[in-house]
């Protein structure tokens, strides 16, 4: 259910306040939470105790939906979304549709969090857009921070490659970026093959997404209190 339907927020918020008294009281008589429910929520490597905040324990699962579509365009789940909901255009420009189905619409509401960890792998660059898309090597920062000159704010990552050999066109590169964007493009190994551009995970090592990494995300870019300063292992 959890990697299917987006549940409302409200029965999220009742599960987890059952769970927090049985994790303090586990009797009928009332008891005293001595940590917030936010701070047990962070991972045990960010200083929580590993429960989970359910609405983003949520979305995590819902996110795994749409990697599958995207890692797996050929699959029969991903045909049939796509010829009802985003023939012409990829995932991450669909819209919701004449009457959407629950599940569509639930995996929607996860959209945001695959596109806040998605990055672009250069192969042939063809369908890479240089100025909008994550696609630099640099941690937490994968877009071009330089800005566009007019009218070419949509060229794709090819029109910056030379052919013959394959190797990134540098003069044209200093031209248009800041040397900080062009150092990190000229670290981009590219193929001599003509291989095409995919999407990679920048939270795990395999580039694959994890529901683990992915709800560590959705803690993290949500307007949640930080995580503990010590471990509530020692604290509580």
Same mark, same amino acid.
């Given at each position: ?45 960010? %200083? ?46 669909? %819209? ?141």
């Amino acid at each position: 259910m959890f990697g299917v339907y987006l549940l409302p927020k409200t029965i999220c918020r009742k599960l987890e306040s059952l769970f927090s008294s049985f994790w303090w009281n586990k009797t009928h008589t009332r008891g005293l939470s001595w940590c917030s429910w936010n701070n047990m929520s962070w991972p045990k490597d960010l %200083g929580g105790l590993g429960f989970h905040k359910l609405h983003f324990f949520n979305l995590a699962m819902l996110c795994k939906q749409g990697w599958r579509i995207i890692q797996n365009p050929e699959s029969l789940v991903a045909r049939v979304l796509k010829a009802r909901y985003f023939p012409y255009t990829d995932f991450f420009h669909a %819209g919701k549709g004449s009457y959407p189905s629950l599940i569509w619409s639930s995996i929607l509401a996860s959209r945001y969090l695959l596109q806040a960890g998605m990055i672009w792998r250069v192969g042939n660059g063809s369908t890479i857009q240089a100025w909008n898309d994550p696609w630099l090597p640099i941690p937490h920062e994968h877009r071009i921070q330089t800005q566009p000159p007019p009218g070419i704010a949509n060229i794709k990552v090819e029109e910056l490659i030379l052919q013959d050999p394959k190797r990134w066109n540098s003069d044209l590169l200093h031209v248009l970026f800041e040397d900080r964007d062009v150092n990190a493009i000229m670290q981009i190994p590219l193929s001599i093959r003509d291989i095409p551009d995919h999407i990679g995970w920048q939270f795990t090592e395999t580039g694959q997404y994890s529901v683990k990494s992915g709800y560590k995300l959705a803690l993290q870019i949500q307007s949640l209190p930080s995580p503990p300063t010590s471990s509530l292992w020692r604290d509580c």
